[in-house]
C-alpha cells in the first residue's frame, strides 16, 4: 500500500468517525461506500496529482 493509500484510508476513517458531512459532489458515506476500494483509489490518485480541487478554489 501506497503512502497516499494509508493516508487516504485513515482520513475517511476519521471523516466517518465523526460522521462527516457530504462533500461538495454530494456524496454520502453508503454510496462511497458502494465501491469503496475505487473511490479511495480514485480520491488518492487526485490529491497527489492535484487535481481535486474544492468549490472554494
Partial sequence: MRFHDIKSWKAYKRVK????????DGVNFEEFEKDLKNNLYKLC???????LLSESS
Avoid at 45 to 51: D, F, K, V
Fill in 17 to 24: 468517525a465523526n460522521h462527516g458531512a457530504s462533500g461538495v
Fill in 45 to 51: 490518485n487526485r490529491m497527489s496529482s492535484g487535481s
